[in-house]
């Protein structure tokens, strides 16, 4: 069973950067599908980027050229750097995976939560001065 652990979220002034880290256990991220989500008060669940397990990539517009999804598979960890980070992207941000039975193109080109069913518990990002 995949697991997540996930780190790196904090306090930051408009225009800084963040990196979040997801570490996975339990199975190898070289089978799945991973992403990143967030979710703000009030808001549902979006996504912000997704990656298949052949590395192609696909980032919401409010995040384009602002953030940067990557994995490690040997450190078994997935990560997003987040810069010029604007007031509009606090939320907790999630990561999470799905097993590479399902196919990359509906699950990166969407990049809707309801696609995932692997889940980190999340971390906090909030960007204020």
């Known amino acids: 069973q995949l697991q997540f652990v996930e780190s790196g979220g904090g306090l930051v002034q408009p225009g800084g950067s963040l990196r979040l880290s997801c570490a996975a256990s339990?199975?190898?991220?070289?089978?799945?599908?991973i992403g990143w989500f967030r979710q703000a008060p009030g808001k549902e669940r979006e996504g912000v980027s997704c990656?298949?397990?052949?590395?192609?990539?696909n980032y919401a517009d409010s995040v384009k050229g602002r953030f940067t999804i990557s994995r490690n598979n040997v450190m078994n960890t997935v990560y997003l750097q987040l810069n010029s980070l604007k007031p509009e992207d606090t939320a907790v941000y999630y990561c999470?995976?799905?097993?590479?039975?399902?196919?990359?193109?509906?699950?990166?080109?969407?990049?809707?939560?309801?696609?995932?069913?692997?889940w980190g518990q999340g971390t906090q990002v909030t960007v204020s001065s």
């Open positions: 999470a995976a799905v097993h590479v039975t399902v196919s990359a193109w509906t699950v990166v080109s969407s990049c809707a939560p309801n696609r995932y069913n692997f």
């Open positions: 339990g199975s190898s991220l070289d089978y799945y599908h």
């Open positions: 990656m298949s397990s052949g590395d192609s990539t």
